[in-house]
Nanobody
Framework: QVQLVESGGGLVQPGGSLRLSCAAS????????MGWYRQAPGKQRESVAT???????NYADSVKGRFTISRDNAKNTVYLQMNSLKPEDTAVYYC???????????????WGQGTQVTVSP
């Protein structure tokens, strides 16, 4: 069993910063790509940033230059540093991990519970 636990969301003013964390816990697994998605009210969930174990990183155009994804592989943890936040960044942010499980073929996608990020004056 694998669980993803997120933290770090909150209320921040435009131009402010937040740092999200997501830790994968359990046993008998290895984590491949990890990433962050978000879903704003009335909108579909979208990819924000992803990172592989080889540290390949991808960002949505809307967050490039403002957000940074990083990983601590020893802790099975992924972070999202969010700077210069804008009201349009307001959303529930979800951690995602693609996991290989011992004894099973292929990958399994796991999701965190979501953490609310609100950017408002």
């Amino acid at each position: 069993q694998v669980q993803l636990v997120e933290s770090g969301g909150g209320l921040v003013q435009p131009g402010g910063s937040l740092r999200l964390s997501c830790a994968a816990s359990g046993s008998g697994f290895s984590v491949n790509a990890m990433g962050w998605y978000r879903q704003a009210p009335g909108k579909q969930r979208e990819s924000v940033a992803t990172a592989t174990t080889g540290d390949r990183r991808n960002y949505a155009d809307s967050v490039k230059g403002r957000f940074t994804i990083s990983r601590d592989n020893a802790k099975n943890t992924v972070y999202l540093q969010m700077n210069s936040l804008k009201p349009e960044d307001t959303a529930v942010y979800y951690c995602n991990a693609n996991v290989q499980r011992a004894g099973y073929a292929g990958q399994y996608a796991y999701w965190g519970q979501g953490t609310q990020v609100t950017v408002s004056p």
